[in-house]
């Protein structure tokens, strides 16, 4: 039955009877269904579950092979139906794909999605981090200075905010002479 819907492109109904077969434990068939099917079909069946807001089957799908692309997770993340909570899917982006997450998110002033990227994330690239700087620098003050107080990773916070950091460092060196020298 899945490759007679597979056959006639009614993505909607594989994915719904990729969910059916999952829910009653036939992961074996599904498997099997799902092995045999191109990249770019694999990629639609993500993004078809992601439309749906339908978490459980993208993971499953992704979980077994199926390449999340950035526009798929930039769209899940951003419906208002699944609020904040979609931000999650970039664990299964690539580091490049992340970067590309969250400076679109910067973009887009969509602090809570930056904020969680930033805080969960480690960005190990110099070039990603060079990138997500450049985006922070050429996005609105508000959001810069929101992130800054609201940023709990410490070394997110250092490679985001060096400017921030040398000035914060240089006042902490200040404030502990003078209280050294009595002052």
Known sequence: MLELFHGDEFIAGVSTLLEL??????????RQFFE???E???????A????????????????NGAPLSVHTAISFASDPMIRNKGVEVTWWLSESDRVVFTCHSLQN??????????????????TSRNAIRSALKMAD??????????L???DART???????????????LTKAANADGS
Not at 40 to 46: G, L, M
Not at 161 to 166: A, G, I, R
Not at 168 to 173: F, Y
């Open 141 to 150: 003050n508000a959001i810069e200075h929101w992130l800054f107080d609201n």
């Open 21 to 30: 077969a999952l829910q009653r434990g036939y992961l074996v068939m599904a």
């Open 40 to 46: 770019e079909d694999k990629c639609q069946y993500v």
């Open 152 to 154: 709990s990773n410490d």
């Open 159 to 173: 490679w985001c905010f060096p400017l921030h950091e040398e000035e914060s460092g240089a006042g902490t060196q």
């Open 109 to 126: 002033n969509r602090r809570k999605m930056v904020l969680w990227v930033l805080d969960n994330t480690v960005f190990e690239d110099e």
């Open 48 to 63: 078809d579950a992601a439309e749906y807001g339908n978490v459980v089957l993208m993971r499953w799908l992704i979980e």
């Open 36 to 38: 045999r099917k191109s």
